[in-house]
C-alpha cells in the first residue's frame, strides 16, 4: 500500500538524524535518507537563477496547500547539509513557485513562505505541484541560507517532465526524489551548502 503525504512526513520527523560524518564512513544509507550525491565530495548544489518573480519578506509557514486548494498536494523535505554532511540546523529555506494554472501571485504572499530547518537540519513544506508556463519545466524556486552563510538560490525539478529537455534552465542535478501518493506525492531533495 502506497505512503501517504501524511504518513511519509510522520515518517520523516520520526526518524532519527542518522547522517555519517563523511561520505565514507557509511557503508550504507538509511532507506528514508538516502545521501545526497554531492554530500562529502566537498561540492554545493548549485546555484540557479532567482527568475523573476521572487518577492523579499515572505511570511513564516510550512503549509501553502489553502493557497490553492485546486492544486495537487505534494509535500517536499530533505535536510540541509554541510559540504562535510553534517546538519545544519536554523537553515533559512525559501521556496515560492507558481500555482496550478503556471501564474505566479506578485501582489502578495500565496505560495511563498520560508521556514527553518530543525536542529536535525530537516526542512519541509506542504504545497502543490506547481503548474506550468511558456517557456519553463514545472520547477520550484528555493533560497537557502545557513546562519551567517551566503544565500544559496536554486531551483527544484520534477523527472520525467517533458518540458525538462526544452528548458534551457533545467539541471538534472536539481531533480526531486518524487513518490505517489494516494493524496498527492512526496519529494526529497537534500540541500548542501558551505
Known amino acids: 500500500m502506497p505512503t501517504s503525504r501524511r504518513q511519509f512526513l510522520a515518517t520523516f520527523?520520526?526518524?532519527p538524524a542518522l547522517l555519517p560524518l563523511s561520505s565514507a564512513a557509511q557503508e550504507s544509507p538509511?532507506?528514508?535518507?538516502a545521501l545526497t550525491p554531492a554530500c562529502g565530495d566537498g561540492a554545493q548544489t548549485i546555484a540557479q537563477t532567482e527568475g523573476p518573480y521572487f518577492t523579499p519578506d515572505t511570511p513564516m509557514k510550512r503549509n501553502f496547500v489553502a493557497d490553492a486548494p485546486g492544486g495537487v498536494a505534494i509535500v517536499i523535505a530533505g535536510y540541509v547539509l554541510t559540504t562535510g554532511c553534517m546538519p545544519v540546523p536554523e537553515a533559512l529555506i525559501e521556496l515560492w513557485h507558481a500555482d496550478e494554472?503556471?501564474?505566479?501571485?506578485?501582489?502578495?504572499?500565496?505560495?511563498?513562505?520560508?521556514?527553518?530547518?530543525?536542529?536535525?537540519?530537516?526542512?519541509?513544506?506542504?504545497?502543490?505541484?506547481?503548474?506550468l508556463y511558456p517557456g519553463r519545466t514545472r520547477h520550484f524556486h528555493v533560497k537557502v541560507q545557513r546562519p551567517g552563510g551566503p544565500v544559496l538560490t536554486t531551483q527544484l525539478y520534477f523527472p520525467g517532465e517533458a518540458g525538462?529537455?526544452?528548458d534551457r534552465i533545467f539541471?538534472?542535478?536539481?531533480?526531486?526524489?518524487?513518490?505517489?501518493a494516494p493524496d498527492g506525492g512526496y519529494?526529497?531533495?537534500?540541500?548542501v551548502i558551505r
Not at 539541471?171 to 505517489?180: K, T, W
Not at 519529494?187 to 540541500?191: I, M, Q, S
Open 171 to 180: 539541471d538534472g542535478r536539481l531533480l526531486l526524489d518524487i513518490s505517489a
Open 164 to 166: 525538462n529537455d526544452r
Open 101 to 131: 494554472a503556471g501564474a505566479y501571485d506578485n501582489d502578495g504572499y500565496r505560495l511563498r513562505g520560508h521556514q527553518f530547518s530543525d536542529a536535525q537540519g530537516r526542512w519541509w513544506f506542504e504545497t502543490i505541484v506547481p503548474g
Open 13 to 15: 520527523l520520526a526518524a
Open 30 to 33: 538509511p532507506a528514508l535518507l
Open 187 to 191: 519529494g526529497r531533495f537534500d540541500f
